[in-house]
């Protein structure tokens, strides 16, 4: 089944597996606390920029986030490919 529910809760779970606070997290983000906390709740879904967002600073695919690949690999080819 579609996944969409559980983004809320992979949001919550790699903010606390950073040892992040939601502020912290708007903080480095831009995003709006009160934002962070509706998502994790799974009462607003993201918009994809807030996701590309979230899933750049917690080093996860899109797909991850999700739910289309249910893997735990991180994605970290992001770190290897700077210049």
Known sequence: GW???????????LRIEQNLTQN???????IKRS???????????????KLIQLAKLYK?????LC???NSEIR??????SKI
């Open 3 to 13: 996944e969409i529910m559980k983004i809320g809760k992979k949001l919550r779970e």
């Open 75 to 80: 994605n970290t080819r992001n770190e290897k």
């Open 67 to 69: 739910g289309l690949d």
């Open 60 to 64: 996860v695919s899109l797909d991850y």
């Open 24 to 30: 912290e997290v708007a903080i480095l983000t831009g």
């Open 35 to 49: 934002s962070i906390a509706a998502y994790e709740l799974n009462e607003q879904l993201p918009p994809v920029d």
